[in-house]
């Protein structure tokens, strides 16, 4: 499976949980969503909605622990 982006979708940072397990989180259509995609699914884990998640900056390293840590203040 291709992780690019694609019209309408955006891979803005991804992070390797296991050998065959990621988080992913993507811009789609104006919405900035994270995902857990594994051997056999993708399952929407947060729906940030039109706000980029705080404590993100694509133009920077931001790491997924400011993005978690952006999750658990919701």
């Keep these: 499976v291709s992780l690019g982006s694609s019209p309408g979708m ?3 940072s991804q992070m390797s949980l296991g050998p ?3 988080m992913i989180l993507v ?3 104006g919405r900035y969503l994270l995902l ?3 051997s ?3 399952t929407v884990l947060y ?3 039109i706000q ?3 404590g993100f900056d694509a133009n920077q390293s931001t790491g997924f622990v400011d993005i ?3 999750i658990k203040g919701a």
């Design 47 to 49: 729906d940030f909605g």
């Design 36 to 38: 857990g995609a594994g």
């Design 40 to 42: 056999a699914s993708v």
């Design 10 to 12: 955006k891979v803005l």
């Design 27 to 29: 811009s789609v259509g």
């Design 52 to 54: 980029m998640p705080q």
């Design 68 to 70: 978690l840590k952006s």
């Design 20 to 22: 065959k397990e990621r």
